[in-house]
C-alpha cells in the first residue's frame, strides 16, 4: 500500500547528507535529492519522482550543484535512467546543470516553458547550434501539459505565469497529490539550519514575506493562479526553496498569500 512518509517526517529525523523518501508507492516513489550547504548562497531543494524505473529530476539546481544532485541520484536510480527533468522557470539555480546531466544521456526530455526554449541553449559551454547536441524539449505554453506515467498517474504541468517568471510552470503529481511550486512557497532563513519542514507557522511567514513580496508580481497572478488550482486535491506544496507545505499548511499558506500585497501591488501602492 502507498504511503507519504512525508506526513511522518519531524525537523529532527531528517538528514540532508541522504536521499529524502517523501511518498512511497509500489511503482511510484518520491525523494527529496537536494543540496543543504549551509553558506551564504540560496538553499535549493530538487525532487526525483521514480516511476517504472524512470527518473523524472524536478529542479535540478545550479551548475554547483551537480555533484551532490548527482550523487543522490546515483544512491537511487543509475544516471542513465533520468529520462526528464522539470524546469519551473528558467532560473540559474535551477537549469544552470542541466548541460552536465544531457552529457551522460543526451535523450533527457527537458519539460520547461515554451518562453525559455531560446533562451536555455545560453547555459550551454558548447556549440549547440548544429543536430549534434540538439536539445529535446518538452515545450508547455499557457494551456499546460500532461505527461502519463508507467504507473498509471499523470504529471500535469499547469501554467502559472508572472510567479515570478512570466514563464512559469506548476507540477502535479496526480498519484501523490504533490504539487511541486518553483519559486511560489519559497522561505529564506536567517539561520544556517536545514528547514525541509514547518515547526512554526509565525516565524515560516517571516521567511516567506520579504521574497514573496519582491518576487510575485502581483495580486491578479496570485488569484489567477489559486483560480486554476481549484479542484484539485493538493495533499503537499512543494516549492523550490525552504520548507514543504504539508496537508492543512497547503491550504494556510494560499490563504496567507492571497492577503499579502505583492510585487507591483505592493511596490506601487501608492499608485491609484
Ligand atoms: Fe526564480
Ligand atoms: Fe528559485
Given at each position: 500500500?502507498?504511503t507519504?512518509?512525508?506526513?511522518?517526517?519531524?525537523?529532527?529525523?531528517?538528514?540532508?547528507?541522504?536521499?529524502?523518501?517523501?511518498y512511497?508507492?509500489?511503482?511510484?516513489?518520491?525523494y527529496?535529492?537536494?543540496?543543504?550547504?549551509a553558506?551564504?548562497?540560496?538553499?535549493?531543494n530538487?525532487y526525483?519522482?521514480v516511476d517504472?524505473?524512470?527518473?523524472?529530476?524536478?529542479?535540478?539546481g545550479?551548475?554547483?550543484r551537480?555533484?551532490?544532485?548527482f550523487k543522490?541520484?546515483?544512491?537511487?536510480?543509475?544516471?542513465s535512467?533520468?529520462?526528464?527533468?522539470?524546469?519551473s522557470?528558467q532560473d540559474?539555480?535551477?537549469?544552470?546543470?542541466?548541460p552536465?546531466?544531457?552529457?551522460?544521456?543526451?535523450?533527457?526530455?527537458?519539460?520547461?516553458?515554451?518562453?525559455?526554449?531560446?533562451?536555455m541553449?545560453?547555459?550551454?559551454s558548447?556549440?549547440i547550434?548544429?543536430e549534434?547536441y540538439?536539445l529535446?524539449?518538452?515545450?508547455?505554453?499557457?494551456?499546460?501539459?500532461?505527461?502519463?506515467?508507467?504507473?498509471?498517474?499523470?504529471l500535469e504541468?499547469?501554467?502559472?505565469?508572472?510567479?515570478?517568471?512570466?514563464?512559469?510552470?506548476?507540477l502535479?503529481?496526480?498519484?501523490?497529490?504533490?504539487?511541486f511550486?518553483?519559486d511560489?512557497?519559497?522561505?529564506?532563513?536567517k539561520?544556517?539550519?536545514?528547514?525541509?519542514l514547518?515547526?512554526?507557522?509565525?516565524?515560516?511567514t517571516?521567511?516567506?514575506?520579504?521574497?514573496?513580496?519582491?518576487?510575485?508580481?502581483c495580486?491578479?497572478?496570485?488569484?489567477?493562479m489559486?483560480?486554476?488550482?481549484?479542484?484539485?486535491?493538493?495533499t503537499a506544496?512543494?516549492?523550490?526553496?525552504?520548507?514543504?507545505?504539508?496537508q492543512?499548511e497547503?491550504?494556510?499558506?494560499?490563504?496567507?498569500?492571497s492577503?499579502?500585497?505583492?510585487?507591483?501591488?505592493?511596490?506601487?501602492?501608492?499608485i491609484?
Amino acid at each position: 500500500m502507498a504511503t507519504s512518509p512525508l506526513f511522518d517526517l519531524t525537523s529532527a529525523n531528517v538528514n540532508p547528507d541522504q536521499p529524502i523518501l517523501l511518498y512511497d508507492g509500489d511503482d511510484h516513489k518520491i525523494y527529496w535529492v537536494g543540496v543543504h550547504s549551509a553558506g551564504e548562497e540560496i538553499e535549493c531543494n530538487s525532487y526525483l519522482i521514480v516511476d517504472g524505473g524512470a527518473g523524472y529530476l524536478l529542479e535540478p539546481g545550479g551548475f554547483d550543484r551537480f555533484g551532490p544532485v548527482f550523487k543522490k541520484v546515483c544512491y537511487l536510480i543509475s544516471p542513465s535512467a533520468v529520462s526528464h527533468m522539470y524546469f519551473s522557470h528558467q532560473d540559474p539555480d535551477i537549469c544552470a546543470s542541466f548541460p552536465s546531466w544531457i552529457k551522460w544521456n543526451e535523450n533527457i526530455q527537458m519539460i520547461v516553458s515554451s518562453l525559455w526554449t531560446r533562451f536555455m541553449p545560453h547555459y550551454e559551454s558548447r556549440d549547440i547550434s548544429g543536430e549534434r547536441y540538439r536539445l529535446n524539449f518538452i515545450p508547455v505554453g499557457d494551456e499546460g501539459a500532461t505527461l502519463p506515467l508507467k504507473s498509471g498517474g499523470r504529471l500535469e504541468c499547469i501554467s502559472a505565469p508572472y510567479l515570478h517568471s512570466p514563464g512559469n510552470i506548476l507540477l502535479f503529481d496526480t498519484t501523490s497529490g504533490f504539487l511541486f511550486s518553483g519559486d511560489i512557497g519559497a522561505s529564506m532563513f536567517k539561520d544556517r539550519a536545514f528547514h525541509l519542514l514547518i515547526d512554526n507557522w509565525d516565524s515560516h511567514t517571516d521567511a516567506m514575506r520579504g521574497f514573496h513580496q519582491r518576487y510575485m508580481s502581483c495580486n491578479r497572478a496570485v488569484a489567477g493562479m489559486i483560480n486554476t488550482l481549484r479542484g484539485r486535491q493538493i495533499t503537499a506544496l512543494l516549492p523550490q526553496h525552504g520548507a514543504i507545505f504539508r496537508q492543512a499548511e497547503v491550504a494556510r499558506y494560499f490563504a496567507w498569500l492571497s492577503h499579502l500585497p505583492v510585487g507591483a501591488d505592493y511596490l506601487y501602492r501608492d499608485i491609484p
